[in-house]
Structures are given as C-alpha cells and as structure tokens.
C-alpha cells in the first residue's frame, strides 16, 4: 500500500489525479476501521492531513463554507449558532476523540446512508465543493451527491474541499434513533430546517434508504397547508409523519428491522417538527 502525503491543496489535487484509486483519509475514523477490520485494501492512501485549508471555515457570500476537515468538535463549538441542525447531529457522532478527529468531508466521502451529517445538510440544502486538477472546482448540491449505498458523484480525480450552507433563518432540529444512548449507528434519523422567509421546510432522512434523502411529498405538504402565525395542526403533523414514513425505504439488518425504521421516521418527524414549531412561535413573540 502506498502512502501519499502532500502538504497543499494543489498537491493534493495532482497527487488524486496521478493516482484516482487512492483514498483520501484525514481523521481516518471510517477508512482505518474498514482496513483493520480488512473490509477493504486500497493501493494506496491520500494522507490529507497537513492540508491545513481544509480544517478551516468561513462566512463567504452569505453562505458558511465549512473546510472538509473541519472536525466535529469544532462544529459544536462554533457553528452550534448558524447550523444548529448540523451541530446537533455533530454532538451524536461517536465518542470525544472521534469529534476530534471525524469531520462532515470524510462523512460525505464515505456516503454511507447512516451517516450522522447527511440529514441536516439534505435539510438545510448543502451544496459540496468538490475539486479536481483538470476540471477544477464543481458545485454539487446535497440532494445529488448520493448515489447508492456509499457511493457519491464524486469523479475518481476529485476530492471534496468544503460543503457551503446558509445559516439558518429558523430552528432546525435533528433526531437519531440508536440501539444506545452513545457511541452507536444510527438505527435512523431525521433532520429538519425551517426556512420562514421561504415559507417552506426542509427535511432529511438518515439511515431508512440506500442513500440520506429527502422527505419531498412532506416538504410539499407543509408548503402548501401550513400556517406560519398559527399553532400546528395535529392532522397536519401526523400526515407529515406518515409522508416522511413513506419517503423511506429501509432494509432489515443487524440494528433493526425495515418496519422498525419506517415507523421510528414518522415519530422522528413529527417530534422534531413540533420542536421546530414551538420554537419558531416562540420567536415570533419575542
């Protein structure tokens, strides 16, 4: 196995254009799993760990542009106001040393549908910086990144460089369902973002479907019927859970069965809507 190790993003993108069968690895919380457990047995490993940009984020046009090495840790602790929902699901991945070293690009690198930051990007609508030597930079919105089960429209040549996300203009909230209460995979989980001067709701599904999605027929529906003065209507809100519900399609594996899920994703809904509702009223009469 070689083991490659570049020191500038430019380097990094010549040495992934030389070699695409390489894997890129920074905190190495998925990737060293899967070659000590001999999942897998790349030719050779793309070390990017003293890219020093990618550990970095920034306010830019508006949006947060969050370096794909960006670890967890530092997303609870200083992106918690302006991505809420993703600092949320940050607090849920693993245990302290794997915030220190996981991050939201070797989430999105990996793809798997269980992954803890798929839901709220899907939900906040996530746009991935993905680059390559010949091409150069491409923009791929979240809800067309995933393809399959852990498998991404990643080119072999590119490597993701940040994801961008608006700051939220309302709550958002994220969910999991667990086997435990730490240190676990998500059974499943779901993310949502109210965007008031929109009038619309975004969602995410997690862990229920080969690849994190989007409740899209829920989202429609609350477009269509919900009052943003009012209290939520409980038929509203079951109907939501029941859309959301239907807009997964799990297996039944080792961590819980496909009905389990699907009836786990309509309460995850309707609870994390609720929460969001309460507290955008709760705003409003600030």
């Not at 490659?4 to 992934?16: F, G, M, S, Y």
């Not at 890219?51 to 830019?60: D, F, G, K, S, Y």
Request: with cysteine; net charge neutral.
């Amino acid at each position: 196995m070689d083991f490659l190790r570049p020191t500038t993003w430019e380097e990094a993108l010549a040495a992934k254009a030389d070699r695409p069968d390489a894997v890129p690895i920074q905190g190495g919380t998925d990737v060293m799993v899967e070659i000590n457990m001999d999942v897998r047995r790349p030719a050779a490993l793309l070390d990017l760990n003293q890219v020093a940009e990618l550990r970095e984020w920034a306010m830019v046009s508006g949006l947060c542009r969050v370096g794909a090495a960006v670890p967890y840790a530092r997303i609870i602790e200083e992106l918690g106001g302006p991505l809420p929902g993703l600092a949320q699901a940050a607090r849920t991945v693993g245990s302290p040393q794997i915030r220190n070293r996981g991050s939201v690009g070797g989430n999105l690198g990996a793809a798997s549908p269980a992954g803890d930051s798929h839901p709220p990007l899907l939900a906040a609508g996530a746009v991935v910086e993905a680059e390559s030597r010949e091409r150069g930079v491409r923009m791929i919105p979240a809800d067309e990144f995933y393809l399959g089960v852990k498998r991404s429209a990643l080119e072999p040549d590119e490597l993701i460089r940040a994801v961008h996300v608006r700051p939220a203009t309302g709550p958002q909230y994220f969910s999991k369902v667990g086997t435990r209460n730490a240190m676990v995979i998500a059974v499943c989980s779901f993310a949502i973002a109210l965007h008031p001067e929109e009038r619309r709701v975004g969602t995410g599904i997690g862990s229920a479907a080969p690849t994190p999605r989007r409740a899209l027929e829920a989202e429609e529906l609350l477009a269509r019927e919900l009052d943003w003065s009012a209290p939520l209507d409980p038929a509203l809100t079951r109907r939501f859970g029941e859309l959301c519900a239907r807009a997964a399609a799990p297996i039944d594996d080792v961590r819980g069965t496909a009905a389990y899920r699907v009836h786990a994703i309509g309460v995850l809904a309707r609870r994390t809507l609720t929460w969001a509702w309460n507290d955008h009223l709760g705003r409003r009469a600030a």
